[in-house]
């Protein structure tokens, strides 16, 4: 500022200062007070603004704008002294109405600085703050004072609500002041645009600071909300804007650098737009190279597909940063291959690193696929084979559809990998990923060129499509009237009263025997598997003679003809063999688990027909009509299936339903009429011969070894057996039994394994009678209290990778306090 101009605001600073304190001395009328703040207000017009004060003349409004403060209602003149604050320097009028909202002297109340805040806001001084930011950034301003008023911008709403005590006006609810803020940041971009087109250099730190702090405190959806689609607008075709967008990102500071690069991603419509707002930013910027390499892929699960199209897709739209999609390819194939991950990170996350791969391989390039064929083909093979291995099915189909689609890219003409497994939604997404779907572009075309302007619209179709339709074969008219003439010679035969034969099933168990070892009548063969269900049933004293015999024909029973169902039949005729004579069958088939000779389909085959039967013969026989038809079934049903845990577990939660006191009104129905559980008195033969050997590995068995997938069958078959033994005389000598065989597990790796371990304890704790928990097996429970009540267990609860586990951990925790308070009740 010119030395005469400073000087005459000097003056007028100090007489307007004078003024002030004379009239709130006499409790004067204020025209005095108001003719010097108009001698301000026109001196600091004349002087060029605000923006042209030095840091004298700032410091002596600043005390000026104090003092005004202070000052009594009837010392301020109306509407001039809010005018000191709108046109003085706003970085020092905010300042000052903040501390104004904290004290409790005769000057501004908290309302009144409220109410000019909020009128501060209102009439657009928010940009003018920013922008003389920026001015004084760009001449060397002093960095705390800097610091000092990015803290009070930012944190605006939180210094309002504070003061007033969470009665503030709306303006300064976050939702509604950050995009506020974000309209100031719009109007600042478009002065310095408007600086850079008149060949003026200008400062964009101060703005990035600005964008960097609201990101990291958590609100990037109300300042990008605003930013995002107007600078995707400006940046289609203006370099300039396209410069300011990325050095607006760039200086960011590093430790703000992850909250804005997240907010972008999130928030771009799409990869192209999110290039033009970011540029070569992960090459530049080390901090958000690692973010978008590292963090999001690898260390992060919780984005949606949108966010890693958009992120794999602004990677490979630039010669300079394929190097990083190729990188980040290889790492997350390193990551999916392996085996620890796939063992310790939870299924969620598998699916997610499995989405970046399949998008990184749809943007892979012909030569890019040639240049790392092998790797690609090493990277299958390793994890393929570890999410086939692992005990969860959404695993193992997540590892068959990768494979499926690196097998599908290295290998465009030869044979590629195939496998058999049931579709849902996520497969087909999963396979919807690999292939891109381009937005329509509109191509520039010369005048009058008519070819052109009739492909301008159309979508771009990839090479690799254009050489598959290039290279489809065209059949010759003569070679397909040939074919479609060739059978037209041939008369069809009338089968129309034809009548299919019937063959009667054998009616005695012995001749059911017969035909099931030695008869090569296809056709008998395959009505005795349907018929032998009802018959062993019908006669159970025939059925108990050959028991164990029928028993070993069924477990090796292979089928002979494709029979609709011959999984299910087998396995019904199993179960009713076993309940109809459960001692001698149930010793045979527990003995024949940790035999020699038995793949691993038959030994889990053996664990369903036990849980199944026991099922069955736990469940009550109801001789009474209800009301309602679904009391006739059994309140629990186990379901036979690849991923039958679901159903085991199920047990326990209609268990705890059962033990829960609701108060309703009483309906009335009839009560079934009761009968004894059978499966009591043999409970004993079903479960105690599954622990003996589990620890000792057999040549084609290893329960502790690889063969986790049936070391998770066994886990749960043993939790639903301790529950049907609910009252059984055996229950207790059960229950020692699991928890020590639990304690041996504790520490398993495989997530199914844990699940199943968890399903144990939660069975024990409510088959056992808690008089019998506390009485026989205190020793026990004490043992085992640092993984069920300690630190240890709340941690699984918190940290286990697993979601189904942490619920069961949960729930067993409740059981334990349950059974604490019974222990804290019992007098000494």
């Known amino acids: 500022m010119a030395a005469p101009a400073g000087q005459g605001l000097e003056r007028a600073l100090r007489e307007a200062a004078a003024a002030l304190g004379r009239a709130g001395a006499a409790e004067g009328t204020g025209q005095g007070p108001a003719a010097a703040l108009g001698a301000v207000l026109s001196t600091l017009s004349a002087a060029g603004g605000p923006g042209a004060l030095g840091e004298r003349e700032r410091a002596q409004f600043g005390a000026f704008l104090r003092s005004l403060a202070r000052a009594p209602g009837a010392a301020r003149p109306e509407g001039e002294w809010q005018r000191c604050f709108l046109e003085g320097p706003p970085g020092l009028a905010l300042c000052v109405l903040l501390e104004a909202l904290g004290s409790a002297g005769p000057g501004l109340t908290p309302r009144e600085a409220a109410a000019m805040l909020e009128r501060f806001l209102r009439e657009g001084r928010l940009s003018a703050l920013l922008w003389d930011g920026c001015q004084q950034q760009a001449h060397g301003g002093c960095l705390e004072l800097q610091d000092a008023l990015l803290n009070r911008i930012v944190c605006l709403p939180e210094h309002v609500s504070n003061k007033l005590q969470g009665e503030n006006p709306p303006v300064f609810f976050p939702q509604n002041y950050f995009p506020l803020l974000g309209a100031a940041v719009l109007e600042v971009l478009h002065l310095i645009s408007d600086s850079l087109r008149g060949g003026l250099d200008c400062s964009i730190s101060f703005v990035s600071h600005i964008l960097g702090k609201v990101c990291i405190h958590g609100r990037q959806k109300e300042i990008l909300g605003v930013l995002v689609p107007r600078l995707t607008e400006l940046t289609k075709s203006d370099c300039i804007w396209q410069r300011i967008c990325w050095r607006l990102v760039e200086c960011v500071p590093e430790r703000w650098m992850e909250a804005v690069v997240l907010g972008f991603v999130q928030r771009a419509p799409g990869s192209d737009v999110l290039s033009r707002l970011l540029g070569n930013l992960v090459v530049k910027n080390k901090k958000a190279q690692f973010v978008v390499t590292q963090k999001v892929l690898l260390l992060q699960y919780g984005h949606t597909t949108e966010v890693l199209q958009n992120l794999l897709g602004y990677l490979s739209l630039d010669s300079l940063r394929r190097a990083l999609l190729l990188r980040v390819l290889q790492e997350l194939l390193e990551t999916w291959g392996s085996s620890s991950a796939v063992k310790h990170s939870p299924p969620e996350q598998q699916l997610y690193i499995s989405k970046a791969i399949l998008i990184c391989l749809s943007h892979l390039k012909e030569p890019e696929v040639e240049s790392c064929r092998q790797e690609l083909l090493t990277s299958m093979m390793e994890g393929v084979k570890c999410h086939l291995d692992s005990s969860l099915p959404q695993l193992r189909r997540l590892g068959m559809v990768v494979a499926e689609s690196i097998s599908s890219k290295i290998n465009t003409e030869g044979p590629v990998l195939k496998f058999e497994y049931e579709e849902d939604d996520e497969t087909r997404e999963l396979r919807s990923l690999l292939v891109q779907t381009p937005p329509l572009c509109v191509v520039p075309s010369l005048p009058g060129d008519e070819s052109e302007k009739a492909g301008a619209a159309l979508p771009l179709v990839p090479e690799s499509n254009k050489k598959s339709q290039t290279a489809a074969p065209v059949m010759p008219d003569e070679e397909s009237d040939a074919e479609l003439d060739s059978d037209d010679d041939l008369v069809p035969y009338d089968m129309s ?314 729930q067993n925790l409740l059981l334990m306090e349950n059974l604490k308070k019974k222990l804290e009740a019992v007098p000494s």
């Open 497 to 810: 009263e034809d009548k299919e034969l019937k063959i009667k099933a054998p009616v005695y168990i012995r001749d059911c025997i017969e035909v099931l070892t030695g008869s090569e009548d296809v056709d008998k063969w395959e009505a005795t598997v349907k018929a032998l269900e009802s018959l062993i049933r019908r006669n159970p004293a025939a059925t108990r003679e050959v028991s164990v015999e029928l028993a070993k024909i069924l477990l090796h029973l292979e089928e002979k003809t494709c029979i609709e169902g011959f999984v299910e039949l087998r396995q019904r005729a199993q179960v009713a063999v076993l309940t109809t004579d459960p001692i001698p069958v149930s010793k045979y088939l527990t003995s024949q688990f940790y035999s020699l000779n038995y793949s691993l389909r038959q030994r889990m085959d053996i664990l369903d027909v036990l849980v199944l039967a026991a099922q069955e013969l736990s469940c009550p026989k109801f001789h009474g009509k209800p009301k309602h038809s679904d009391a006739q079934k059994p309140r629990i049903q186990l379901l036979p299936g690849n991923d039958s845990s679901k159903d085991w577990r199920r047990i326990v939660d209609e268990r705890i339903k059962s033990k829960t006191r609701r108060f309703a009104t009483r309906q009335c129905h009839v009560e079934p009429a009761s009968s004894p559980n059978q499966f009591s008195s043999v409970a004993g033969h079903f479960f105690f011969p599954l622990l003996q050997h589990f620890d000792r590995p057999l040549t084609t068995f290893d329960l502790l070894g690889e063969d986790h997938l049936v070391l998770g069958r066994l886990v749960h078959t043993l939790a639903v057996l301790m529950y049907l033994a609910v009252n059984a005389v055996a229950v207790t000598a059960m229950g020692k039994a699991l928890l020590e065989f639990v304690w041996t597990l504790r520490f398993h790796t495989d997530s199914y394994v844990r699940q199943g371990l968890l399903s144990c304890i939660s069975s024990l704790l409510l088959s056992v009678p808690a008089e019998l928990l506390l009485a026989d097996m205190t020793e026990e429970l004490l043992e085992t209290q640092s993984w069920l009540g300690a630190a240890s267990f709340a941690d699984m609860v918190e940290k286990d990778p697993d979601g189904d586990c942490r619920r069961l951990a949960l």
